[in-house]
């Protein structure tokens, strides 16, 4: 509309000093927040497999854009470690490396950055909030196993919004340091929903990670779209920006333990995140959102079993995780049949009632039988080296179009936000 109004006074002569380029240069929104959105694990047959359990597009359908290549400086197949080191920095390292160069070096995050910029900052995700893919964003250490190190380096960063699980990582020295240096602290859902007013939040709503959303109503936890919304929330107030990193790492959980429906109902909680993302976004005008998984886990495939077919609607009627159904078999796991009637509708062969109950590891018994019933296939319990599809949405959505590396996006967004990076 606005340039049908410039062209228009243009072409009347009103304005005939206006050029072409100064018309395009008003138009572009300057990006003055950025939510980088991150599905860990999710690849494009999770997305595939998503749209047939929904029964329509999802809403990331609508803002693909392109893919990355997620290769490690010494693997084909990274892990979450030097995946998200990066699409934090821009710089690939070895497998468990967390914003280290492979030498050891520490490397600047796009967090860090756009802090030190005077933007505020978040992270929050489902996992530990100490976990791989967050703490890429703020900590800098040699092994992602170093969680307990990796917290305190999470308040040193001045992280804004820490919301997600890993309160065992969190002693009382800690919280109290947190508390000193302004932070509120909740430990629920319910505590939660009470601090959108804080200017700084620590939500630790788990000991350890956070649960799959299967079995999230059997908590005290928030979801991941409303632990998104209240950081989006608080973080908006300052007028000079943010940068807030999501992530839905119960997906890539999922895709370890070869749950097919853990996976599609972990999607769609991000799904929901995502919703409430575009729609600050849509009425922002000013954010630029980028989506994308750091690696395919599981190594996923709608149809299998030498089928043409795939029944994916069959795991709408599951309604918890192998891991929980498990926690239900009595000692003998005799009950196999009653539990998988009761979680996931499903008449239990006798020849796979004695599979579960021999099994070594029943859950991936389970998870095998509920996964044969939808024909999906898994190739690993550890993550692919696929490409993965790259999202966005908002200004500068169309510099992620195309084939690009990891590694680049963190630099596109920089450039985009116009902060020192690197
Ligand atoms: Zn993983």
Known sequence: MKRFVWLLLFFLGIFPFITNE???????????????????GFSAAYATGYRWYKGENSIMDEMLVGMHRTYSA?????????GGTAMATGVKTNNGMIAMSPTGERLPTILQAAKASGKKT???????????TPAAFASHVEDRKMEAEIAPQLLDNRVDVLLGGGRKYFPKTLLNRAKAEGYQIVTDHKG???K???????????????????????TKEPSLAEMTE???QILQKDKKGFFLMVEGGQIDWAGHANDAAWAMKDIE???????????????????????????NTGGISIGGYNQYAANIDFLQDIKATGQYMVTQLDKERKNSKKVLKKYANIDLTPEEERKIQVAKDPERTINQILSKRALIGWTTYEHTGVDIPVYAYG??????????????????????MNIPFQ
């Open 196 to 218: 959108s007013s804080s200017d700084k939040l620590l939500g630790l709503f788990s000991e350890e990670a956070m649960s799959p959303e299967l079995d999230r109503h059997r």
């Open 269 to 295: 909680a991000f799904e929901q995140a995502v919703e409430r993302v575009k729609e600050f976004a849509e009425e922002d005008q000013h954010t630029l959102v980028v989506i994308a998984g750091d690696h």
């Open 230 to 232: 209240t950081a989006i």
């Open 395 to 416: 200004p500068g959505a169309e510099r992620f179009r195309g084939l690009q590396e990891n590694t680049d996006l963190p630099k596109k967004i920089a450039k985009l």
């Open 192 to 194: 939660l929903s009470l």
């Open 74 to 82: 010494n693997s084909i197949v990274t892990d979450s470690a030097a």
């Open 122 to 132: 978040g992270l929050v995700t489902t996992t530990t909030i100490t976990y791989a």
């Open 22 to 40: 100064m018309i395009v240069a008003a138009e572009k929104s300057p990006v003055t927040n950025v939510i980088f959105m991150i599905p860990d």
